[in-house]
Nanobody, 123 residues
Framework: QVQLVESGGGLVQAGGSLRLSCAAS????????MGWFRQAPGKEREFVGY????????YYTDSVKGRFTISRDNAKNTVYLQMNSLKPEDTAVYYC????????????????WGQGTQVTVAS
């Protein structure tokens, strides 16, 4: 059984930083796609970014480019989301995901999900 477990969320002031972790168990994702989504209250789940390949190629949605960085440690089967220069509009529950089977920006195309971790950015 595949499990993704996020950690590292919390409350931070605008301009601050947080690092989220996502530990995978039950399956080794290796250099396969792993991604991050977020969901703010009353809004749809939104694609944040993904990482793929042995070189760790990444892609981000425009609103987080230059502020967020995704990385992975294959030995630990863990992916990270480093978030810098946080803004109040980044407040959301952040979800780790894996096993993409279609267009990356559509949540339904990802097969495995963590339980989510709350990130709150105070102004």
């Amino acid at each position: 059984q595949v499990q993704l477990v996020e950690s590292g969320g919390g409350l931070v002031q605008a301009g601050g930083s947080l690092r989220l972790s996502c530990a995978a168990s039950g399956r080794t994702f290796g250099s396969g796609y792993m991604g991050w989504f977020r969901q703010a209250p009353g809004k749809e789940r939104e694609f944040v970014g993904y990482i793929i390949g042995s070189l760790g190629t990444t892609y981000y949605t425009d609103s987080v480019k230059g502020r967020f960085t995704i990385s992975r440690d294959n030995a630990k089967n863990t992916v990270y989301l480093q978030m810098n220069s946080l803004k109040p509009e980044d407040t959301a529950v952040y979800y780790c995901t894996a096993g993409r089977s279609g267009p990356y920006s559509v949540a339904n195309n990802w097969n495995y999900w963590g339980q989510g971790t709350q990130v709150t950015v105070a102004s």
